[in-house]
């Protein structure tokens, strides 16, 4: 097999969704690898996680740069070429970026969001799709761009909205397929990658 694809995961809390790209990982056949998880806070529980699975862990703390967003980004851009990354993968990263950091990974940096985009970008996705009596809610996996949650969309999953759901039913519907679809999603592309170059 060729040279797998060297991913970092960002996060700012848990990081479900890295745990669920950690375990895809570990397949033989898998095209990435987790290489480094990221997080912009110290206290981010994923940390830990990524630690225990033999993942390098890394704190950018964004306190230590006040309000210079670009300086907090040029540290990461920094951590990550010396680290020979590829692909960056958001995964619940609390944080806008700024186009420094879009335009230096442009067409490498995916994002998974809890909605069926380009319906409700932002947040309260899950509120706002029960308020408008939507019947599905879903998440997309796509490419980051200078828009919220604007970039080329690469995937979806969609689940029902049932009679009676609230929103911690709809995200824990919508979790599950997020869960299935990053991992599958990434995988497409980082293989598209390798055919690319």
């Given at each position: 097999?060729?040279?797998?694809t060297k991913v970092a995961v960002f996060i700012s809390g848990r990081g479900s969704n890295m745990e669920?790209?950690?375990?895809?990982?570990?397949?033989?056949?898998?095209?990435?690898?987790?290489a480094l998880v990221l997080a912009n806070k110290p206290g981010a529980g994923g940390l830990a996680t990524?630690?225990?699975?033999?993942?390098?862990?890394?704190?950018?703390?964004?306190?230590?740069?006040?309000?210079?967003?670009?300086?907090?980004?040029?540290?990461?851009?920094?951590?990550?070429?010396?680290?020979?990354?590829?692909?960056?993968?958001?995964?619940?990263?609390?944080?806008?970026?700024?186009?420094?950091?879009v335009d230096a990974w442009a067409g490498r940096m995916l994002n998974i969001h809890p909605s069926l985009?380009?319906?409700?970008?932002?947040?309260?996705?899950?509120?706002?799709?029960?308020?408008?009596?939507?019947?599905?809610?879903?998440?997309?996996?796509?490419?980051?761009?200078?828009?919220?949650?604007?970039?080329?969309?690469?995937?979806?999953?969609?689940?029902?909205?049932?009679?009676?759901?609230?929103?911690?039913?709809?995200?824990?519907?919508?979790?599950?397929?997020?869960?299935?679809?990053?991992?599958?999603?990434?995988?497409?592309?980082?293989?598209?990658?390798?055919?690319?170059?």
């Amino acid at each position: 097999m060729t040279q797998r694809t060297k991913v970092a995961v960002f996060i700012s809390g848990r990081g479900s969704n890295m745990e669920a790209l950690v375990r895809a990982a570990r397949a033989a056949d898998c095209p990435f690898e987790i290489a480094l998880v990221l997080a912009n806070k110290p206290g981010a529980g994923g940390l830990a996680t990524a630690a225990a699975a033999g993942i390098e862990p890394l704190c950018v703390d964004q306190r230590d740069f006040g309000k210079d967003r670009q300086a907090h980004e040029r540290a990461i851009d920094a951590a990550l070429r010396a680290r020979g990354i590829q692909v960056i993968a958001l995964a619940g990263y609390m944080r806008i970026l700024t186009p420094f950091l879009v335009d230096a990974w442009a067409g490498r940096m995916l994002n998974i969001h809890p909605s069926l985009l380009p319906h409700y970008p932002g947040l309260d996705t899950h509120a706002r799709a029960l308020a408008a009596g939507d019947q599905e809610a879903g998440c997309t996996v796509h490419l980051v761009t200078a828009g919220v949650d604007e970039g080329p969309i690469l995937g979806q999953a969609r689940v029902p909205i049932l009679p009676g759901d609230d929103e911690p039913a709809v995200a824990l519907r919508v979790l599950a397929q997020e869960h299935r679809l990053y991992p599958e999603t990434l995988a497409t592309f980082c293989r598209g990658l390798e055919q690319g170059a």
